[in-house]
Each structure stands twice: as structure tokens, then as C-alpha cells.
């Protein structure tokens, strides 16, 4: 129980047995979307960019059998969680850094992400880095290429890259009732300094910023997908591993404080009576989260 203590108040840290058990509720599903985005050949070199856990790179490795995959994650619990969920795959390479820094050998002919790139503040910086890493297109298929939010019919070319994360207005219902929570008296002064570590784009900007790297036949759309589950220990469950992560890690910096603990199960407990005050005054299902995902396909061309 101490180690597993020091290893949650470790503000880099993710829980990453409980995050892989709580994220093939949503996010594996999600992932498993996107790789469909694409007719895969099975012979890609490719990037997952924020890997988790490695549910979603494992589907990717039986995508890509001639080819190879490259897990890419800065967490070490979530590197060490990957690392005995894809043992028995022969062509990943597990790295643990961050992926806008990463140092690959080969050039990749997709980079993938679900459900990380909003954890990234620098989105340019992203983008740029996955141009450098990309092969380009062949520049006979640029032509032939057409993708839209209503179409995902893409043909198996390089230089792709296939992404899914929040977008702009993700969890706005619910990131209102836990900054209320911030400002009551008991949690004000643990978050004085408080900034939200997460950047939900626009898809306008993300498009544009994607066209002046230099990408072609983008695609960048939301698609909302407002999630109920089924009871309130699930809920809290997966609220507290992922969505709430953040604010109790910040409760956690403050190591002067003797009731740490008691103050973030405080905080949870405020958070779901909040949920069901919510959903009992606007009559909807309990235990709602409101996502708003920023999907983003394109390409980079041929010099």
C-alpha cells in the first residue's frame, strides 16, 4: 500500500493497472475507431504516439505483421503496464520518452495517437515533430487522396498521420463542477496556482496550423460522444484515474499537509454529489461525461 501511495503522489505517475483496466470502457474503444481510419497494407513502420498502456498498440502491431510499431510514452508506470501487455508481440519496440522529443532510427509511414495529444501544450511543436519523423507520400497517389469527416476511405500510403484526442469544449460540463470545487474554502488555497495542464483545440486552428508545416489533404473534425456509465463505483472509478487525475495530483504536491488523502477522497465525494445534483435537476442518466473528441488525418507530401 506505501509503494503504491508513493507511486500515485508521483505527479508524473499514472495509476496504469487501474488506467488499464477503466480505459477499454472508452478510449480503447475510441482508438480502435482510428485504426480503422485506415486500409492498412501490413507492412508499416509505425508511431504510437502516447501508448498507454499498450491495449491500442497491440491492435496496431496485428495491423502492421511485416511491419514494426514503435510504443512511445513518457509514464513509467505506464511504460512498465505496456511492456507485460505486449511481451508475447515480437515487432514493437517499447520507448519511454516524450514523443514530441523522441529519437527513432527509421521514418515512419504513420504516426498514430488516441487520447494524448491534449496533454501536449505545444501542438506546433507536435505537429512539426511527427512532419520530421514521417516518410513523405508517393507524389503519384497525392492526387487520388480524398478524406473528409464523412469519408475514411484511405488508401495505405505514407506519410500519415491518424489522430484522436480532446477537443475544444471536452468535459466542459464537468471540468465546470470540478474548478467549483477548486474555489470552496477547504481546496482554494491547494490551488492558488492552479493552471490546467490539458490543451483542447479548435479544429480551424488545428487545420491551419497543420497546413502551414506543410500538410495536404487534411482533415480535422470533432465528433461528440457524451459517455454515461453504468453505476457510480465504475464512474468514479474511471473519473479519478483519468479525468480527475490532474486536480488530486495537484492536492498531492502540497506535502506539508498531514490529510492528503482525506482531502482527495473529499474532493471526489463533492465531485460525484455534484454529477447527480446535475443530472437530477436537468433530468438526464447519471454519471455522464461529456466528451468532444478533434479528430485530425493528413498527410505530408512528397518534396
Not at 477503466?22 to 475507431?33: A, D, E, P, T
Not at 520518452?97 to 501542438?123: E, G, I, Y
Not at 506519410?159 to 480532446?166: A, E, P, R, T, V
Not at 480551424?204 to 480535422?220: D, F, H, K, S, W
Request: contains cysteine; proline residues 2%.
Amino acid at each position: 500500500m506505501g509503494i503504491q501511495l508513493l507511486k500515485y503522489r508521483n505527479k508524473s505517475s499514472w495509476d496504469a493497472c487501474t488506467y488499464d483496466q477503466v480505459s477499454r470502457l472508452i478510449q480503447y474503444r475510441w482508438g480502435q475507431q482510428v485504426i480503422k481510419w485506415r486500409q492498412w497494407r501490413g507492412n508499416e513502420i509505425v508511431m504510437d504516439a502516447g501508448c498507454g498502456t499498450g491495449l491500442l498498440t497491440k491492435q496496431l502491431t496485428k495491423q502492421v505483421p511485416r511491419g514494426k510499431v514503435y510504443a512511445v510514452d513518457i509514464d513509467t508506470n505506464m511504460i512498465k503496464q505496456a511492456k507485460n501487455n505486449l511481451k508475447s508481440f515480437g515487432n514493437v519496440k517499447i520507448i519511454q520518452s516524450n514523443f514530441t522529443d523522441v529519437m527513432l532510427t527509421k521514418k515512419m509511414d504513420v504516426v498514430f495517437s488516441n487520447s494524448a495529444l491534449h496533454w501536449v501544450q505545444d501542438h506546433r511543436k507536435a505537429f512539426q515533430k511527427f512532419w520530421e519523423m514521417l516518410k513523405p507520400m508517393n507524389s503519384n497517389d497525392i492526387k487520388d487522396i480524398s478524406v473528409s469527416s464523412n469519408s475514411n476511405d484511405n488508401t495505405g500510403n505514407s506519410g500519415q498521420i491518424l489522430i484522436q484526442c480532446g477537443g475544444y469544449g471536452n468535459l466542459q460540463q464537468i471540468i465546470t463542477m470540478l474548478e467549483r470545487i477548486t474555489h470552496l474554502d477547504q481546496f482554494k488555497e491547494y490551488f492558488t496556482h492552479w493552471k490546467q495542464p490539458w490543451h483542447f483545440a479548435k479544429a480551424e486552428y488545428t487545420n491551419e496550423l497543420l497546413q502551414r508545416i506543410g500538410y495536404v489533404n487534411t482533415a480535422v473534425y470533432y465528433s461528440d460522444d457524451c459517455v454515461t456509465l453504468p453505476n457510480r463505483r465504475i464512474y468514479s472509478k474511471f473519473v479519478k484515474t483519468v479525468v480527475m487525475k490532474s486536480y488530486l495530483d495537484h492536492i498531492s504536491s502540497y506535502k506539508d499537509s498531514h490529510d492528503i488523502d482525506k482531502l482527495k477522497d473529499m474532493f471526489l465525494e463533492l465531485f460525484l454529489e455534484e454529477v447527480e445534483k446535475d443530472s437530477s435537476s436537468k433530468l438526464n442518466k447519471p454519471w455522464f461525461l461529456d466528451f468532444v473528441r478533434l479528430n485530425i488525418i493528413a498527410y505530408k507530401p512528397h518534396a
